[in-house]
């Protein structure tokens, strides 16, 4: 993985922890824990749209909706088990 990659895959994670964040009511991580939820996300997302027959497509924007959906799903979940 060059530099790039490596910088663009740091924004995308903090924009979608970010996002995630602003989604999910309560749940502000600052810049680090928002990239780290993002990344968290993207991995999850990754896994299980396509499980459910789900393709966003290529390109940034796909990259970054897809990052948000998994990282909603993740701070849900964190939410969740905090209630019980």
Known sequence: MGIESLIVFLIVGAIAGWLAG???K???FGLLG???VGIIGALI???LLPQLGFSLGTGIMSAIVNSVIGAVI???VIKLVKQA
């Open 22 to 24: 602003l989604i999910v």
């Open 26 to 28: 309560g749940y502000g």
């Open 34 to 36: 928002n990239i780290v």
């Open 45 to 47: 997302a990754g896994w």
């Open 74 to 76: 993740l701070l849900v």
